[in-house]
């Protein structure tokens, strides 16, 4: 009965993500263009990263179990943050950052 409710389960995000990427990548640019200050190069990459991702996400294997599904998942939003990132300066990789939530790594140079 569990494995029932994983394969479910993982249908159902499946599909909630298929539907809801098309709608975020969409906001995410318009996010991303106007608080980074993207220009019209940097904001065609980012199209081109957002349907790449979608693109690899529809090829995956299925994944056998729940646990597997989100790992799949986790792996290509890594991927896809590193390369929004590669297509950022400096000034904008802060932001990025900010936007995201991750705390900024400082140097200690006491150690």
């Known amino acids: 009965?569990?494995?029932?409710?994983?394969?479910?389960?993982?249908?159902?995000?499946?599909?909630?993500?298929t539907s809801a990427s098309a709608q975020n990548r969409s906001k995410d640019i318009r996010?991303?263009?106007?608080?980074?200050?993207?220009?019209?190069?940097?904001?065609?990459?980012?199209?081109t990263i957002y349907n790449n991702h979608e693109a690899k996400t529809k090829l995956q294997a299925?994944?056998?179990n729940f646990e597997q599904k989100a790992a799949q998942i986790k792996a290509?939003?890594?991927?896809?943050?590193q390369d929004v990132k590669a297509v950022l300066n400096k000034n904008q990789k802060r932001e990025y950052r900010k936007m995201m939530g991750v705390k900024m790594k400082t140097k200690n140079k006491n150690k």
Request: net charge positive.
């Open 1 to 17: 009965m569990k494995a029932i409710y994983s394969i479910i389960l993982v249908c159902f995000l499946a599909v909630v993500v």
């Open 62 to 64: 299925p994944a056998k």
């Open 76 to 81: 290509s939003n890594k991927q896809m943050r």
């Open 31 to 47: 996010k991303y263009q106007a608080e980074l200050k993207l220009t019209s190069q940097q904001m065609q990459q980012l199209n």
